[in-house]
């Protein structure tokens, strides 16, 4: 059985116990991982802050800290089918998926490598003749990066290249559930360069989550997880008062008029939601759609998710794998049968595939009669989709917004005039107009509510690991004047 370890101040280390990490498509252990405790966790942040005060990074240019993150991205292409065989084993999503999207992740590293020397300060036009005042953008200090399971490649990335390329240190936790990946990015970025301490990364449970959100040298924690998780980890700030980003849930509506081209309407709406077997931040779970067409698209999205290819997540042809976790599936086919209970229709799925491994079938609810039922409002984290319909724009607006999460949503319309009107009016971080599930480092990610606050990607992400320092210098030969007068 495989041995994975933790990588600790640019070593890498077992740890004092381990626990099985779980084959989703067999249920079976395939690999050990090292179980930090919350010693390891305050020696990787001391070590995190110790390369922070180092002169071997502290001294690296902006120009030569971009350098080394396109290195980095060279050798994630270069061992992207590694990662992509790692990830698709421990966390059960499928090959065709996780080969592309960590391909991708490289673009990401190379995106903010570039940026790196691109960080400005400002020159202020002060109001005082004998003074020139300007403004630099500095590292923020020591980062907690927190990621779960799923697309954690993708989801560190966007941590770990804005933080790097403004000259943080990082220390990631990697989920509990499927680390492999993590572990496994930390040997390629040791190969990368970097002085010891730059990037450290382990794994544990909530205990080693506490550790790290509370330690008094972090000075900023990026997390990817759930609202109640965010809330420890908020609490936990207090203790250090850093500052947070928080990249949460969803409830994603996905609406569609009855103008939209209904072909690719339906196909979306199938990536929106059972890609990735669902587990996706930006899943569109709910469908909303006018009800003149509704018949229609309910009868096309049931005949497509019927024919869905479920199996083996190492198959090229599977286009639905398992879910991560049994937790999952139990908790999928809980809440189906609760919201049946209390009034939504079973259109097709429903209940766990009689299979060895953690698989559950797409699953559509409609829910016109049953508005308030469960699946509406709760994140299953799976191939669920929930059904309403409307009859006007304002109905519409009306449902998207019924929600306490805010971070993506989909409008289908060929009326360009209403398609603004969407824009402006839908509570959500992401409008996807015509499209859904498209991300690009340029553009920045993140919702409101209960989704969250910050963004990651573009620009503004590599800014909130800064902060500003102004700087007064007095250009005057003449003594300074009375001393008990402010200036």
């Not at 544990?204 to 759930?226: K, M, S, W, Y």
Request: glycine share 8%; net charge negative; proline share 5%.
């Amino acid at each position: 059985m495989q041995r994975f370890q933790n990588y600790i101040g640019g070593t890498f280390r077992d740890g004092d116990t381990w626990f099985e990490s779980v084959d989703p498509s067999t249920g079976e252990a395939w690999a050990q991982m090292p179980a930090a405790s919350p010693a390891d966790m305050d020696e990787a942040v001391k070590a995190a802050d110790k390369a922070f005060n180092s002169l071997a990074w502290a001294s690296l240019t902006a120009t030569a800290r971009g350098k080394l993150l396109y290195r980095l991205a060279d050798l994630i292409a270069k061992n992207a089918p590694r990662l992509a065989e790692l990830e698709t084993r421990d966390t059960g999503k499928i090959i065709r998926e996780t080969s592309a999207q960590i391909a991708y992740v490289a673009d990401y590293y190379r995106y903010y490598a570039g940026l790196a020397d691109k960080i400005e300060g400002a020159h202020l036009p002060i109001d005082k003749p004998d003074m020139e005042v300007w403004l630099r953008r500095e590292p923020v200090g020591v980062v907690a990066a927190i990621v779960p399971w799923n697309s954690q490649l993708f989801l560190s990335a966007v941590k770990i290249g804005p933080a790097l390329a403004a000259g943080c240190t990082v220390v990631l936790k990697a989920s509990e559930e499927a680390p492999a990946p993590m572990l496994e990015f930390a040997r390629i970025f040791h190969k990368a360069g970097f002085p010891e301490g730059v990037l450290n990364v382990l794994t544990g449970g909530p205990d080693v989550g506490a550790a790290l959100t509370r330690h008094e040298r972090i000075a900023h924690v990026a997390f990817t997880g759930g609202p109640e998780t965010a809330r420890h980890i908020v609490r936990n700030s207090a203790e250090n008062l850093a500052s947070t980003s928080l990249e949460l849930g969803g409830k994603s509506p996905f609406i569609v008029f009855e103008d939209a081209d209904l072909d690719s309407a339906v196909n979306a709406q199938v990536s929106g939601i059972f890609a990735a077997s669902g587990q996706s931040c930006v899943a569109g779970s709910r469908l909303v759609v006018q009800a003149s067409i509704k018949d229609a698209v309910l009868d096309s999205l049931r005949q497509k998710a019927e024919a869905v290819v479920i199996g083996a997540p190492d198959d090229m042809a599977t286009e639905v794998g398992p879910l991560c976790t049994k937790r999952q599936q139990k908790w999928a086919a809980e809440l189906v049968t609760r919201s049946q209970a209390q009034g939504a229709q079973l259109i097709t799925g429903g209940q766990p595939l009689d299979r060895a491994g953690f698989y559950f079938p797409p699953t559509i609810l409609d829910c016109s009669r049953a508005r308030d039922a469960d699946c509406m409002t709760h994140e299953f984290f799976g191939p669920v989709l929930s059904v309403v319909s409307f009859e006007t724009e304002d109905e519409a607006i009306a449902i998207a917004n019924d929600t306490r999460f805010g971070l993506a949503s989909g409008v289908f319309t060929q009326n360009l005039t209403r398609a603004h009107r969407m824009v402006r009016s839908i509570r959500a971080g992401i409008v996807w107009v015509n499209t859904y599930r498209a991300v690009s480092p340029i553009a920045p990610f993140g919702g409101h509510g209960l989704s969250g606050h910050g963004r990651e990607g573009g620009l503004q992400a590599a800014l909130d690991y800064t902060k500003i320092k102004s700087v007064w210098l007095r250009t005057s030969d003449d003594p300074i004047p009375d001393p008990f007068v402010m200036r």
